[in-house]
């Protein structure tokens, strides 16, 4: 039975991958910074399949601890779900230098190093999957997310690269880039602004993370063993 290590797998898009690969089977290992009703299910539901800690993904030390934990209940982590990170809304000119860092430490910074850490045992077991979830924000670019834009971006450089580095490994690294979606992180437009963007939207909705796990959940299965290095975009059509 395969592990699977969601970053950030609490609510919103994280959740919705966490229950997708808890009902398809796998043991599943997650963190945030606090304990959510979603966990508690889990907990209760999944027993020996789930693992949960309270983690802030930037303190490395904390990270090195939670990783072990994990190796010792649950077995090696054979799939690593990057999906931990934040928006922050500002024109860089007015963005704090603080935010600056909190979003770069958060989104690009601690990806690197919870992959770094994961990727090392999927050498000696000779297959693994990575999964990056970026957005597309990093592909076109967004008025007053250019912060948040230039870490989605990097993720999608660092799937490239990183699935050179070990694709002779059977470990294969891509992208997710989702559009909008239905999630806490959207809550903040306001009913006009969500119209627009379901105005300009092919399908005519929002994404919800459901539309998102079942293409990480294909990338993660042994039938895209053929793909590797790309960005995926799933978005409705709005970019198209």
Same mark, same amino acid.
């Given at each position: 039975?395969?592990? %699977?290590? +969601?970053?950030?797998?609490? $609510?919103?898009?994280?959740?919705?991958?966490v229950q997708a690969f808890l009902e398809d089977g796998y043991k599943v290992?997650?963190?945030?910074?606090? *304990?959510?009703?979603?966990?508690?299910?889990?907990?209760?539901?999944?027993?020996?399949?789930?693992?949960?800690?309270?983690?802030?993904? /930037?303190?490395?030390?904390?990270?090195?601890?939670?990783?072990?934990? +994990?190796?010792?209940?649950?077995?090696? *982590?054979?799939?690593?779900v990057n999906n931990a990170g934040a928006a922050h809304t500002s024109l860089?000119?007015?963005?704090?230098?603080?935010?600056?860092?909190?979003?770069?430490?958060?989104?690009? $910074?601690?990806?690197?190093?919870?992959?770094?850490? *994961?990727?090392?045992?999927?050498?000696?077991l000779g297959w693994g999957r990575i999964i990056n979830i970026s957005s597309?924000?990093?592909?076109?670019?967004?008025?007053?997310?250019? %912060?948040?834009? #230039?870490?989605?971006?990097?993720?999608?450089?660092?799937?490239?690269?990183?699935?050179?580095?070990?694709? #002779?490994?059977?470990?294969? +690294?891509?992208? +997710?880039?989702?559009?909008?979606?239905?999630?806490?992180?959207?809550?903040?437009?306001?009913?006009?602004?969500?119209?627009?963007?379901?105005?300009?939207?092919?399908?005519?909705?929002?994404?919800?993370?459901?539309?998102?796990?079942?293409?990480?959940?294909?990338?993660?299965?042994?039938?895209?063993?053929?793909? /590797?290095?790309?960005?995926?975009?799933?978005?409705?059509?709005?970019?198209?």
């Amino acid at each position: 039975m395969k592990v %699977v290590l +969601v970053s950030g797998g609490s $609510k919103g898009l994280g959740a919705a991958l966490v229950q997708a690969f808890l009902e398809d089977g796998y043991k599943v290992a997650t963190f945030s910074r606090s *304990v959510t009703p979603a966990v508690q299910q889990w907990r209760e539901s999944f027993a020996d399949l789930f693992y949960f800690d309270e983690l802030d993904i /930037t303190e490395r030390p904390a990270c090195r601890d939670y990783l072990s934990a +994990v190796e010792s209940t649950l077995g090696s *982590v054979d799939i690593l779900v990057n999906n931990a990170g934040a928006a922050h809304t500002s024109l860089l000119p007015l963005t704090d230098e603080d935010a600056i860092d909190r979003i770069v430490d958060l989104n690009l $910074k601690s990806t690197l190093y919870l992959t770094h850490l *994961v990727s090392r045992p999927m050498l000696s077991l000779g297959w693994g999957r990575i999964i990056n979830i970026s957005s597309i924000v990093g592909l076109s670019g967004y008025r007053g997310l250019s %912060v948040y834009s #230039a870490t989605k971006a990097a993720l999608d450089g660092f799937s490239r690269s990183l699935a050179r580095e070990l694709g #002779a490994r059977n470990i294969t +690294v891509n992208s +997710v880039a989702p559009g909008y979606l239905d999630t806490e992180m959207t809550d903040e437009l306001d009913a006009k602004q969500q119209k627009q963007i379901i105005g300009r939207t092919p399908v005519g909705r929002l994404g919800t993370p459901q539309d998102i796990a079942g293409l990480v959940s294909f990338l993660a299965s042994d039938k895209a063993g053929f793909i /590797t290095g790309q960005t995926i975009v799933a978005d409705g059509g709005i970019n198209c």
